[in-house]
């Protein structure tokens, strides 16, 4: 039959490419963003939309300024009265100090203009009148109907039956724009018709109608508004940049969005801005925040990419330990049950005569079952530790006592291994609260290393002294040692150095964690010093407390 061969993708391989799903997309994202923020930043697209929000504004404004001249002009018309004479038009002018001049044109009496009796001492004005009153007589004469008929559609369509026209005066060496409201008298019957209009000149229009209604419709004026919030609104004329009026939050200098009034003040511009800032300066603000979120968010990426990754590694590293170290220790625990097995079988047949032999067989078995123990115990500790049951009895107890006897026991088999072995404990040394058997334990795997570590050069040193405020342990040999980049992990649950020689050596590489773990659990340390090729120093440092300190000079004075 055939097989599909099946690919299995190595476990760092797979993780990287679930990284590079999760990244690459984000890190697309990111560059999209970036360059979207890049383009909107060239076409000036923040600039526009702002503008665009402006004259959304301004055209509101627009329309709410238009029906405020409306409603003066209704309200003047109010009072308008009904025989247009001279005199009557003059009385008129009297009470309406806001209008220039005031017009009536009839079909037969022609048309009447009175201007502000108060201001015709003014050589100006009074020639200013006699023009406009040729200019209006002008236009009625020619085309009074389309006056007539352009009313009356806009009191049907609109229901305000004005006409707004514009005036320009020359002043001095200044072009000044003046408002004409025309519209159809009370008076005007069909038989008679009439037209009359009102003259409002600058000044008024400078001075109270624009500086009123601009405040009025000026959006964001709220009291509570900083002032870099607040819109301010402007009006000029088209023939000049300067002011005409402007609304109380404006600050000088020019608008930054304008519009060209349409049917009432046609001539006039109506401009806005935004007090103590410009379009450029709030949609750089607003890119430079978007660009600050964009690389807050790509170093947050980068970051949480970096942790994932490193965790996921020493998932991965610790999950091929925990693998090698199944296989490991099955084998240290099948070859030395094989072993007394294999010797004990032979010792119940009672075939080996020779009693030496016989105790050298016992002497193996118990060796064997020795290991055996030291490992189980290992093992048992260390699965204490990780569930965090382990626990320490702390006893005052002779540390020297305690290292003495514990080497004893072992001192047999390390020289029979061909050890140059040397043992100096110091005299006087304090007693300690340790946990006896933990220490041991320690020492023993310190010791074990060191036999099982050594190839060609066997020596073994256990030094016993005190140095400052501690007891030091110290376990050397002259054997293979440990590269530099390897010593800090040697530590580490399950690690052992990626060497032939220490793989050919059994291990389980749980013997340092607990060593570490037990003398941090004494307020200790376990530190290496080691050189490849010519042997490692491993050094437990105990603390001595400050009552043990003086007992110790106590003892050895
Ligand atoms: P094990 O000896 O069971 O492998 P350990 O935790 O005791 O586990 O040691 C971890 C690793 O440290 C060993 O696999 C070995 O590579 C290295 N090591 C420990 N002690 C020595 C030593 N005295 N000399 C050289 N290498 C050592």
């Not at 296989?327 to 099948?334: A, F, K, T």
Request: charge should be neutral.
């Amino acid at each position: 039959m055939f097989k599909l061969p099946i690919r299995r993708w190595p476990e760092r391989s797979r993780m990287l490419l679930v990284m590079l799903a999760v990244l690459l997309p984000a890190a697309a994202l990111i560059v999209v963003s970036i360059r979207q923020l890049r383009s909107i930043q060239r076409e000036k697209a923040i600039e526009a939309v702002i503008q665009r929000d402006y004259q959304q504004v301004l055209a509101i404004a627009e329309k709410r300024i238009v029906d405020h001249a409306y409603d003066v002009v209704e309200d003047d018309k109010a009072t308008f009265p009904e025989e247009p004479s001279a005199k009557n038009l003059k009385a008129f002018l009297t009470t309406h100090p806001d209008i220039a001049h005031v017009f009536v044109w009839s079909e037969k009496g022609k048309l009447v203009l009175e201007s502000q009796p108060g201001r015709m001492s003014n050589p100006d004005f009074d020639q200013e009148s006699m023009k406009l009153s040729s200019m209006v007589g002008g236009w009625f004469e020619g085309e009074s109907s389309e006056f007539f008929v352009k009313l009356r559609k806009m009191a049907k369509t609109e229901g305000r039956p004005t006409l707004f026209e514009s005036n320009w005066v020359l002043r001095g060496d200044k072009w000044e724009y003046q408002s004409l409201a025309i519209f159809v008298p009370r008076g005007s019957t069909a038989e008679q018709p009439e037209l009359a209009g009102f003259v409002y000149d600058t000044d008024y229009l400078r001075d109270k109608f624009f500086p009123q209604i601009l405040n009025a419709v000026c959006p964001y004026q709220r009291a509570g508004n900083s002032p870099e919030s607040q819109a301010a609104m402007m009006v000029r004329t088209a023939k000049s940049p300067a002011l005409l009026a402007a609304s109380s939050a404006w600050d000088g200098g020019s608008a930054e969005v304008e519009r060209k009034f349409e049917s009432v003040f046609s001539g006039l511009i109506l401009g806005m801005k935004f007090r103590g800032t410009t379009i450029a300066t709030i949609s750089n603000r607003f890119l430079r925040t978007e660009f600050l979120i964009v690389g807050a968010l790509s170093l947050l990426l980068a970051v949480g990419m970096f942790f994932t990754y490193r965790s996921v590694t020493r998932e991965l590293a610790l999950a091929k330990l925990k693998s090698d170290f199944v296989s490991n220790v099955s084998h240290e625990l099948r070859t030395p049950l094989a072993l007394i097995r294999l010797y004990a079988e032979t010792l119940e047949l009672g075939r080996i005569a020779s009693p030496a032999k016989q105790h050298e067989y016992h002497e193996i078995i118990r060796k064997e079952s020795e290991r055996l123990s030291g490992l189980i115990n290992n093992i048992l500790d260390f699965s204490r530790i990780e569930a965090g049951k382990k626990e320490y009895n702390f006893r005052e107890t002779d540390v020297a006592d305690l290292v003495r006897s514990t080497l004893e026991s072992y001192r047999y088999e390390i020289e029979q291994n061909g050890f140059q072995f040397e043992q100096k404990i110091d005299d006087n040394l304090p007693q300690l609260r340790v946990d006896r058997e933990a220490i041991a334990r320690s020492l023993l795997n310190l010791v074990n290393n060191a036999v099982k570590y050594s190839a060609t050069e066997k020596y073994l040193r256990v030094c016993l002294y005190r140095s400052n405020g501690s007891l030091n342990l110290e376990v050397v040999d002259h054997g293979i040692g440990i590269p530099d980049g390897e010593q800090p992990k040697i530590f580490e649950k399950f690690y052992r150095v990626g060497d032939p020689l220490v793989h050919n050596t059994k291990g389980s590489g749980l013997g340092l964690s607990l060593v570490r773990h037990i003398v941090r659990a004494h307020n200790g340390d376990v530190t290496v010093e080691s050189t490849p090729g010519k042997g490692s120093k491993f050094v437990i440092t105990l603390p001595v407390q400050e009552g043990q300190q003086q007992e110790a000079s106590g003892a050895s004075a």
